[in-house]
């Protein structure tokens, strides 16, 4: 195990496989959860909440998925078993310390959380300056079967570390909050899923096949939906036909949207942040998995 001092707390580097040569790969797990992305600075830095690792396991590792091998972060309760799992799916901009500090606030609920840096293969985004480059050069070339097979793999390691297979939840934000409707679409054992403003219609492509409204129907796993009334990329009118989409389909999916609230409103390190519906929506994210047995 190797360990990077960092300003805020010690990554902790778990190899999962023999040691090899410090390559490219080895350097960008090191620094997953590391810092914050470049194409969002400067942050504001007054609302910016930390998290520290006492009583955590915490840190950088590398997990094996069928198309290589990938960087992820995650915490959890030192020496904890048995313990509920929340995959966290990141922005566009990665594995930054925004999504790190989520999976701490996970861990000192009892939780391990892991976020997988899902742009491995295509790119870092974390590095570039410019949104409409990360989405052109790096998001747009993933496709969502990879990302799956990604989160399979990322399931798989939690469970072999400490994780129950029994209790197992997902969230994700923006990308990522359309990558959780997404894979509770596909992974059935997955009890409970939170989707934070997360993409609903977009143009179909080779690497985007469908999106959540033409999942609608074959979710078999509860997810909660929490969106913006003034998110300029998301339009009320793709909200609502989401919320008839899931009230045809039946079962307990529900869409809850703030009125007030831009896109990115949980985003600490962001002028989009807006406490009181990050607050409230952590709550029921929270409500939401216990509820639903996680």
Same mark, same amino acid.
């Given at each position: 195990?190797?360990?990077?001092?960092?300003?805020?707390?010690?990554?902790?580097?778990?190899?999962?496989?023999?040691? @090899?040569?410090?390559?490219?790969?080895?350097? +960008? *797990?090191?620094?997953?959860? %590391?810092?914050? &992305?470049? #194409? $969002?600075?400067?942050?504001?830095?007054?609302?910016?909440?930390?998290?520290?690792?006492?009583?955590?396991?915490?840190?950088?590792?590398?997990?094996?998925?069928?198309?290589?091998?990938?960087?992820?972060?995650?915490?959890?309760?030192?020496?904890?078993?048995?313990?509920?799992?929340?995959?966290?799916?990141?922005?566009?901009?990665?594995?930054?310390?925004?999504?790190?500090?989520?999976?701490?606030?996970?861990?000192?609920?009892?939780?391990?959380?892991?976020?997988?840096?899902?742009?491995?293969?295509?790119?870092?985004?974390?590095?570039?300056?410019?949104?409409?480059?990360?989405?052109?050069?790096? @998001?747009?070339?993933?496709?969502?079967?990879? +990302? *799956?097979?990604?989160?399979? %793999?990322?399931? &798989?390691? #939690? $469970?072999?570390?400490?994780?129950?297979?029994?209790?197992?939840?997902?969230?994700?934000?923006?990308?990522?909050?359309?990558?959780?409707?997404?894979?509770?679409?596909?992974?059935?054992?997955?009890?409970?899923?939170?989707?934070?403003?997360?993409?609903?219609?977009?143009?179909?492509?080779?690497?985007?096949?469908?999106?959540?409204?033409?999942?609608?129907?074959?979710?078999?796993?509860?997810?909660?939906?929490?969106?913006?009334?003034?998110?300029?990329?998301?339009?009320?009118?793709?909200?609502?036909?989401?919320?008839?989409?899931?009230?045809?389909?039946?079962?307990?999916?529900?869409?809850?949207?703030?009125?007030?609230?831009?896109?990115?409103?949980? *985003?600490?390190?962001?002028?989009?942040?807006?406490?009181?519906?990050?607050?409230?929506?952590?709550?029921?994210?929270?409500?939401?998995?216990?509820?639903?047995?996680?």
């Amino acid at each position: 195990m190797k360990t990077i001092a960092t300003p805020d707390h010690d990554l902790h580097f778990d190899s999962l496989a023999p040691a @090899v040569p410090f390559s490219r790969r080895d350097f +960008v *797990a090191t620094v997953v959860g %590391a810092g914050f &992305a470049l #194409a $969002v600075q400067p942050v504001a830095a007054q609302q910016i909440i930390t998290t520290d690792s006492a009583g955590l396991s915490a840190g950088a590792l590398r997990i094996a998925s069928e198309n290589g091998e990938i960087a992820a972060y995650r915490s959890m309760p030192v020496g904890g078993k048995s313990l509920p799992v929340v995959l966290v799916i990141s922005e566009i901009f990665g594995v930054h310390e925004h999504i790190a500090d989520l999976t701490r606030r996970l861990a000192k609920l009892g939780y391990l959380a892991v976020a997988p840096e899902l742009f491995a293969r295509q790119g870092d985004p974390r590095k570039l300056t410019n949104i409409q480059q990360i989405i052109s050069e790096i @998001v747009a070339k993933v496709p969502d079967a990879q +990302v *799956a097979a990604d989160l399979d %793999a990322t399931l &798989a390691w #939690a $469970v072999a570390n400490g994780g129950d297979a029994s209790r197992v939840a997902v969230t994700g934000f923006c990308w990522g909050g359309r990558q959780t409707w997404m894979y509770c679409a596909r992974n059935p054992k997955v009890k409970a899923g939170v989707a934070w403003y997360g993409r609903i219609e977009d143009t179909v492509t080779l690497n985007q096949p469908r999106h959540p409204i033409d999942i609608a129907a074959e979710l078999k796993v509860p997810v909660l939906g929490l969106y913006g009334g003034k998110d300029q990329g998301i339009p009320l009118d793709n909200v609502e036909d989401m919320k008839q989409a899931l009230a045809t389909a039946g079962g307990k999916s529900q869409i809850h949207v703030y009125p007030d609230a831009p896109h990115a409103f949980h *985003a600490d390190y962001r002028p989009s942040y807006r406490k009181a519906e990050a607050e409230d929506g952590w709550r029921r994210m929270l409500d939401w998995f216990r509820a639903n047995g996680v």
